[in-house]
């Protein structure tokens, strides 16, 4: 009986810390999809640059604050900084961030930041987001 007692203990003890294992795992996944949507998001900002050279340079893309009064450029053809300004709106509400659009709901709820220096012909690139109640930062520099 007592040996019995034992092999009970021993099991119980192997399944809580399997259990706990499977819940440290489950939170380091979460981790790693929302630092890879982070990324897939810099990734985002820097084609969306890319692919407006005439806004970047009239520095179209610097943001710190909230992008607000951006035209819909599928709608009608944009010129170079309203083109940023709707990149830069559709941007920050992929992050989950807009306040001026509550249909907005990004999977990281983060806040971004865009700093170019276009002399430099450098920019970096700043998302913010909570993961597990910690504060993350993810800060990509490149040139564009």
Not at 72 to 79: E, I, N, Q
Not at 107 to 112: E, Q, R, S, V, W
Request: aromatic share 4%; charged share 20%.
């Amino acid at each position: 009986m007592l040996e019995l007692l034992v092999a009970l203990l021993v099991a119980s003890v192997g399944v809580l810390g399997a259990a706990g294992l499977t819940t440290l795992n489950a939170q380091h996944r979460r981790s790693a999809v929302a630092h890879a949507e982070a990324v897939r998001l810099a990734e985002d900002i820097f084609e969306r640059m890319r692919a407006n050279p005439a806004g970047l340079q009239a520095g179209g893309y610097a943001l710190s604050g909230d992008a607000v009064g951006a035209p819909d450029c599928h709608a009608s053809p944009c010129a170079a900084a309203e083109m940023a300004a709707f990149d830069l709106a559709r941007w920050r509400c992929a992050l989950g961030a807009s306040t001026t659009d509550p249909g907005c709901r990004g999977p990281l709820h983060a806040t971004g930041a865009v700093a170019a220096d276009v002399s430099a012909a450098s920019v970096r690139v700043t998302i913010r987001w909570r993961d597990q109640g910690e504060g993350r930062t993810l800060t990509v520099d490149g040139g564009v």
